[in-house]
């Protein structure tokens, strides 16, 4: 079994950044492609993004030009450092883990229990 646990959230001021950071344990043997997704209030969860051991990254379209997804393999941690945050990136940050080499199809075996960030005007 594979436990996930975020850190990093809080409040932050429009513009601002924050990094957040993802440790694993239990079978650590068994995750590949790790990631990040996000719920707001009323709203569909939704990935943020998500990065293969090989170093391949995919970014949701919120993400893209303002968070950076990173991994270290050897401690099976995943990062996300978001910049020029916006009011609507609030919500709750959950950190994901699969065993698939590749951004799985069929879902996510593994989830945090979710960080929140909260980004005011």
């Known amino acids: 079994q594979v436990q996930l646990v975020e850190s990093g959230g809080g409040l932050v001021q429009a513009g601002g950044s924050l990094r957040l950071s993802c440790a694993a344990s239990g079978s650590i043997f068994s995750i590949n492609v790790m990631g990040w997704f996000r719920q707001a209030p009323g709203k569909q969860r939704e990935l943020v993004a998500a990065?293969?051991?090989?170093?391949?990254?995919k970014y949701g379209d919120s993400a893209k030009g303002r968070f950076t997804i990173s991994r270290d393999n050897a401690k099976k941690t995943v990062y996300l450092q978001m910049n020029s945050l916006k009011p609507e990136d609030t919500a709750v940050y959950y950190c994901v883990a699969d065993k698939s080499l590749a951004f799985p199809v069929s879902g996510w075996s593994s989830w945090g229990q979710g960080t929140q960030v909260t980004v005011s005007s």
């Open positions: 990065i293969t051991p090989g170093g391949s990254i």
